[in-house]
């Protein structure tokens, strides 16, 4: 299993535990390995993904098909994926759609967008075979291809082959007692053990599930009582009533499951109790609203004795806080049933529906005076709105005796916005949001339950769809490429939809990432000493405490870097280690290094820095009034600004801000250093760029050809790994160097956050001059990103946002300018589409403004604006091969656009849920904007049993760029993929080279790859010649070839003359999306998205699509759901999945089609190809991914515009909040 989190929010870690219940029945169950202590595991059963198959010997059905299905592509996520499904298939041979819903609930995959993880374990349900063939073959007369799989070539599933619980684990527990250096865990074999144990020991932490992650964790004893509990936060107990039970009794068990079916992730389910969340006492808690509303009354016991504790206002003391006594336990809980005329609702509200904390959750219990609609008791009880659970008590009172009707509704809401209210300072913040939410939620209860009381008659039927509880479809989905030509031999797989060559590995446990390295004998580890102030002078540093602790070996700092302490991957404005200053919380002062893990980073944090603090810069506007501004200020300009103003019919001015976005590629950053003879040192790296990294070790003070750089696969990288993995890696290389030993520091996952940067936030202003007929004639915006406090690839993402300012649209008189915001922020960095989405979704900014102004459609006025074959882009390139046109038009048509839009046009009766439609464009450019970066190496072994060793420039992350090249080279070669392999990436091997970024790899190492290839075969000629009749492995002998591929030799762009070739070639792409919003709480649902993407004649229709469907899902996340928050002192506050939130299995649309684009050859890139692979690929995040997201956001902006809503461009929740409050007030 992976570690990709710590905190149970990704599931990477997922394994299956098997415990004996009672004397026979063995319980199987998920739980996150991360959150497991392991005195817990005591007479459990493990399984891990490694134990259920391997590739040696025969894999499991539930590995193979992941990895057939091609769900698997950098693979960290896929061990616990597989895993979740595992545990689900042990406990149900046949599951159905909505079990696997329920199983994935806890896991996150960064890469593959979700679409193939389901479609490959779909064929373990009833409903068998993925839609998508049938669906394909049933739309499109002649087939457009065959399914991206065959599911027949599945080995088939026996669910009784599976191994035993182990024999030797089936005896009695016993009471246990273990003692570590630290703290001791104590675990009692019945309630009077338990009772006494808490007597004697009132400051013992009790532990059931211990998903409770406590933030300021002390050493006092555990007791651990998790076998004592019967029932876990799973409702089975509940759903047992509710299906013997009459239903008028069952309203307060339907609201808790209801609450349960959001709660968490089915690994937490599986161990987290419900007295665990009760005596949490969080204030967000999902259960105590409803307990609360009601009247579950508690039995808390110690050794004494017993007392039964109604959970109403007097129990939550504070924040975090009950009235349970130091020495007592909670035994059990009453829950009642409800009465004949009782009517009880409950919701939860987050940011993601799945596995999210809530922003408000909300219980309300009515009790109706017998044969009559007069209100005898009301309970309404919130989380989220104060430090505990609260009641609306004085509202509730308010109502006693009413009617339920609109005079009640009146009431209660203005009660409600008076009793509900928060400090604008109030945690959490989003206070106007939460407050609105009291109402609206009530809003819904007072529907619903009219609903109920009345019939519908009485609810107007266009507020039906207020009372509707979410219910989450069963996602569908169509892929469409172009099928290889007839005739192609079947040993040639170019064009073929081959499976990622690692993926079987990575779904067995089998794939080594750089942590997966055994230990070396005499190895170390590192933990980084970072910045807790975001600009100070560094006073002192005390490590007189650190340097006493176990284990610890040395600590270093700016004066141990023996070689140069300036860095970076351009500029070297930045420091290895802090010299006398830090810039940003999370700047790396010093690390220290000692025996294990936990030695280094309990000794990291006792080291005590003293600061005096300067002045900060945090955002862009701070950035703006302080002129803090990196130089160049880049200026891109063409034609005649002031003539096209004086011709335009219409000005229009506006801006809009982008907020950054976290790589959380799910592998963090991590390096093993080992030192070698005469000042050699191997580092393995999770790195999208060894030669940089080479470079960088300069600090060491010893020449690259020392250095050997060593890359197999990373677990994701999407730029993050491109440039800013270096601050982590020569550390470790300075300390190995130092110590002689090697030494390893994976980064947790909020040190990775903090201190790695991410995605620029952008702001821009832009000024619009267009004719009456929409014909946009200038155009002028100035763009501002976050930089952070040094320049990284900043300058160069500027210039991609410059590059793309006008999206796809023909603009006369242009001009952008780019101002880089110098700020105390941890630098911001490469981030797939690298500052082209942040340039496009400026550019359909204007464009819907600009429909708006006109009140016609914003797709007509995108239309008219679309480039055209043989026009010029504001950087003077002359677009052929253009075929975005072509795109526009496939698109409309799958996506049914007329029929879709004239239907949520009438969908717009509907008062309280609305839905809009939008298609967008996107142009993306392909190549490196710094042109020396436009080239790549390949060398080839031919060995003389004929098998043939491929090594490239390029790095594998996921994007199955080592599938496609050996693609390439099988088909050069004229040989089977059998015979070729890829080991790893290596400065030894191809040096110089080139960060595997800009999609342009598999342009640049393909080239690469199949000019080795060619001039191998060329030597290899006359011994076909000779013996014609021979096979390859006749022919061969050993042969060696490297080649340098300069790629691209025209290219080479000007800023001052704006002449010059930018980009080799573009990728094209249009998207339709049809979101739904629930105008109360903001909530939208993505109904349909068609993409149809360029990708010329695609290498590997499987992983092209994979990266599209992948990016489409790494946007919609950027646009609708991901935000960073920090402090107004510069301190990251999302720092894990906990509270930064990527999009999960539940977010992607309903039904998703993405279609490649027929008979468009590239003639730029080998073998007609076109990019769309690379990690942080452009083109997806352009024309895939941003283009959907944008198209997503522009959907959810125009439902917004229905309803005459202000416009910020700004993420979800603050969309429910002008929703709302437009509504309400
Ligand atoms: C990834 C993740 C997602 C989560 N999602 C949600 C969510 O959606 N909604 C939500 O409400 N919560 C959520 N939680 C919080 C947590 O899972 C729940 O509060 C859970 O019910 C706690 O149960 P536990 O058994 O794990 O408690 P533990 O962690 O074992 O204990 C929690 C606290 O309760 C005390 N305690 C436990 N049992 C008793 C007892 N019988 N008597 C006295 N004290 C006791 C413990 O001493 C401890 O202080 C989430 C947590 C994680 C890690
Ligand atoms: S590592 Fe355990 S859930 Fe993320
Ligand atoms: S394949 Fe899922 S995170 Fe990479």
Known sequence: SKLGCAEGGCGACTVMLSRLKGDQQVLHYSVNACLAPLCSLHLVAVTTVEGIGSVAQTLHPVQERIAKAHGSQCGFCTPGIVMSMYALLRNKATPTMDDLDDAFQGNLCRCTGYRPILEGYRTFTKVGTPRNTQETCRTHRKPEATPLFDAKDFVPFDPTQEVIFPPELMVKTDSLCFHGDRTVWLQPNSLE????????????????????????????????????????????????????????????????????????????????????????????????????????????????????????????TGYRRTALRPQEVLVSLEIPYSKKTQFMSAFKQSPRREDDISIVTAAMSVTFSPDTSLVEELKLSYGGMAPTTVLAERTAKELIGRPWGEELLQAACSSLAEEM?????????????????????????????????????????????????????????????????????????????????????????????????????????????????????????????????????????????????????????????????????????????????????????????????????????????????????????????????????????????????????????VTLAVPKEDGEMELFVSTQSASKTQVLVLALGVASNRILVRVKRMGGGFGGKESRTTILSTVVAMAANKLKRPVRCMLDRDEDMLVTGGRHPFYAKYKVGFLDNGQVVALDVSYYSNTGNSMDLSLSVMERALFHMENSYSVANIRGRGFLCRTNLPSNTAFRGFGGPQGMIVAESWVTDVAQRLGRPAEEIRRLNLYKEGDRTPYNQVLDQFTLDRCWDECLRRSDYKQRRANSLSFRQNRWTKRGLAVVPTKFGISFTAVFLNQAGALVHIYTDGSVLVTHGGTEMGQGLHTKMVQVASRVLGVPISKIHISETSTNTVPNTSPTAASASSDLNGAAVHNACQVLVERLQPYRSANPKGCWEDWVSTAVVLLRVGRTPDLGYDFNSNCGRVFDYYSYGVACSEVEVDCLTGAHKNLRTTVVMDVGHSLNPAIDIGQVEGAFMQGLGLFTLEELHYSPKGVLLTRGPGSYKIPAFGDIPSHLTVSLLRDAPNAKAIFNSKVRTEPRPPPHMNSGSSVRNKTVQTSVEFCKKRQNIPVPPVLEFQLMSVCMVNLFT
């Not at 933030?215 to 876990?232: E, T, V, Y």
């Not at 300072?425 to 209860?445: D, E, I, N, Q, W």
């Not at 270093?556 to 830090?582: H, M, R, W």
Request: with cysteine.
């Open 193 to 316: 053990e338990l009772l006494s144990l808490k007597w004697k020991h009132p400051e013992a932490r009790v532990v059931v599930g211990n998903t409770e992650v406590d933030p300021n964790p002390n050493l006092n004893p555990f007791i651990h009582s998790l076998s004592l509990i019967r029932d876990r936060v799973t409702g089975a107990e509940l759903r047992r009533a509710v299906d013997s039970l009459p239903l008028h009794q069952t309203q307060v068990f339907l609201a808790v499951l209801e609450q349960l079916r959001w709660f968490a992730g089915r690994q937490i389910r599986n161990v987290a109790a419900v007295g665990g969340n009760i005596m949490t006492a969080s204030p967000i808690s999902d259960l105590n609203p409803v307990f609360m509303a009601a009247g579950v009354k508690l039995t808390l016991m110690d050794k004494d004795g017993s007392r039964l504790v109604q959970m109403d206002s007097r129990f939550f």
């Open 421 to 669: 209210t928060l400090d604008p300072s109030a945690p959490g913040g989003m206070v106007t949001y939460r407050r609105t939410l009291t109402l609206s939620l009530f809003y819904k209860f007072y529907l619903t339950v009219l609903l109920k009381l009345r019939d519908q008659v009485w609810v107007r039927s266009d507020c039906l769809s207020a009372t509707q509880i979410y219910h989450q479809e069963t996602p569908s989905s169509v892929q469409v490429y172009q099928e290889v030509p007839q005739g192609q031999h079947l040993d040639d797989v170019v064009g073929r939809p081959i499976m990622h060559l690692s993926a079987l590995k990575q779904a067995t446990g089998e794939a080594v990432y750089c942590d997966d390295i055994p230990l070396y004998e005499n190895e170390l580890y590192l933990a980084l000493v970072t910045s807790t102030k975001a600009h100070a002078h560094i006073l002192s540093i005390d490590t007189s405490l650190a340097v006493s602790m176990p284990g610890v070996v040395c600590c270093l700092f700016s004066e141990d870097v023996p070689g140069s302490n300036s860095t970076g991957p351009i500029v070297y404005d930045e420091s290895v280690l802090a010299d006398g200053q830090v810039t940003c919380v999370g700047h790396i002062i010093g690390a220290v290094v000692a025996d294990t893990q936990s030695h280094a980073q309990r000794a990291a944090k006792a080291v005590k820095i003293q600061y005096e603090e300067l002045p900060t810069v945090v955002t862009i506007q701070e950035a703006i009034a302080a002129q803090s501004f990196y130089e160049p200020i880049r200026t891109l300009q063409k034609g005649d600004l002031e003539a096209g103003f004086e011709q335009a019919d219409h000005i229009l001015e506006g801006d809009m801000h982008m907020g950054g976005q976290e790589h959380f590629y799910l592998e963090t950053n």
